[in-house]
């Protein structure tokens, strides 16, 4: 969580000293959700996000090196740099992105959930239990591939947790104006799936219905609607003023930080003291530095990568009135582009 | 302001559908002289929407974030001047938003929905193709959702990436039954959304993310109908929205080199201006058209090919369509797969000295 702090608030600043660009969202407040969840998966599980994905990356496991990369555009990112911001993918730790539409994400999870399926009662690799998990906000509920999906999920008793980060607000909408019944644990049991509430400011509570989600789904009984009530202490990007949400809102949620919330209950229980955590602070604060130099040491894409993996072949652009493969011909990325 | 509304008026009280506008006078179609505030587009938008929105009582607008003035505010105002029930926002479903504005124009009313970004037209892309398009052929013109216009931001911003930057007009120019119009500047925007507003049929309406002097009257610009935006006897140069800035530096250094450029803007890309590009082409025998979105099947090669059959003959050199490159939109790319002014300047050369 510290991490996921750590690492949003030095993105906010290398934005805005120009180092980064594009539509960047930063998840800061909501990092209960994202440990509470990942932390619990195994590597060979996947996970599905959104927009906001940079902590999900890092909690699957991603390196922050990484994903600072990827986040200057530089070649050494998750994606060489080819995604950006909103679209972190990582095969190694099975995380199968970052999608900028929102909902788009969800059909993707719930065809990973199918294959892990398969492989376990088709294919009789009893020890494949992997299970998946698509984050998505409250906007997306009232999208029609959430729905789609959870029919599909329910239908199939597929091994998928559908984790709703309900933060009240998509940009400037408040969820209860946007939404017939807010109450959106409710439509699980209409798709016949269990739909639980929890508090997503709250790590330790989160942790807990995420395990039983989980195994839950590691059984074989099927899929499982988890909504976190949680909150966004940033605006919707880096671009957002954050003008309309109440600041007595703000501050309600401000004082159910859950790092702040964690430290404090491992403090008073004697299951850390102020010093060792301070001590993991200062770790992570060199973590996040250390990622920003390698970021901005690594070098940019060379102009051929743009060609690069548009189909399954590379010199699939055919060729050109000059007899060579297009995508070989240098004039075909150099032309005179003014950069 | 106060007669253009008059005129307005009156031709309204006439109808009895808010959609029905055949007898606009052809004087309203004509610019008026300059002389209002500098804006940039969102703000001539916004000013086409309150004219729209205040001329006839039974038009709506709708969309994601509109409320508190849209993420590019070309909204602002509205839901405080017309109230709530006019101006609202709806959830996150395209797919939803696109159809409940087919239904409100199908009882009568205009509709302008908005889509956040044009990126994201594509779950109400099938609602588009198979139900505003065909509304008022399938029902034997008993009904019709002409009062629809849906408005959206397209093109790239520069830090877009995938999502943010498409320009999918090509697709919907495939669809017989709607129009698509794109705007070049804010002065053009305010007029051209005015028409398609009041347009009966259903209407794309692309608008590309760009500063300029917006008259402050309610004025409409015509559809369908291309503008000679720069003379010339070379070469005729055709685009339209965000990419007619670049094509114009791109004529100025043509000049320099004693090339003269005619610069079309097509407005309207379906039904589009076929007579003045060809009229334009007759003159120069050379046609060059530049768009940001891919080549492949962009919808350059629907003028290169309608102009190839109408002018084969007259035809000096081999259309040359400068456009983006066949990939998804790229982030960090983005200045080398964007048909930039040194790329249509060369091509100018190129199909000059064939």
Redesign the interface.
Known sequence: MVLGRAFEDMCAQMYYRGKMFGFVHLYNGQEAVSTGFIKLLKKEDSAVSTYRDHVHALSKGVPAREVMSELFGKTTGCCRGQGGSMHMFSKEHNLLGGFAFIGEGIPVATGAAFSSKYRREVLGEADCDHVTLAFFGDGTCNNGQFYECLNLAALWKLPIIFVVENNLWAIGMSHMRATSDPQIWKKGPAFGMPGVHVDGMDVLKVREVAKEAIERARRGEGPTLVECETYRFRGHSLADPDELRDPAEKAHYAARDPITALKKYMIENNLAKEAELKTIEKKIDEVVEDAVEFADESPQPPRSQLLDNVFADPKGFGIGPDGRYRCEDPKFTEGTAHV | MASALRRLGSAAARRGLSTACEDTKKSLFQLPQAGGKSSNLCSAINQALHIALESDPRSYLFG??V??GG?FRCTTGLADRYGKSRVF?????E??IVGFGIGLAAMGNRAIAEIQFA??IF?AFDQIVNEASKFRYRSGNQFNCGGLTIRAPYGAV???????SQSPEAFFCHVPGIKVVIPRSPRQAKGLLLSCIRDPNPVVFFEPKAIEEVPEEDYMLPLSEAEVIREGSDITVVGWGAQLSIMEQACAGAEKEGISCELIDLKTLIPWDKETVEASVRKTGRLLISHEAPVTGGFGAEISASIVERCFLRLEAPVARICG????F????E????P????I??AIKATVNY
């Open positions: 994601e974030d409320s508190f993420v926002n709806t959830p996150l479903c797919q939803g990126d994201y779950p520069g830090h877009g990436g995938h999502y943010h490159l066949d990939t998804p790229p982030l960090v790319f200045p080398f797969y964007m930039t002014k040194n790329k300047l060369d």
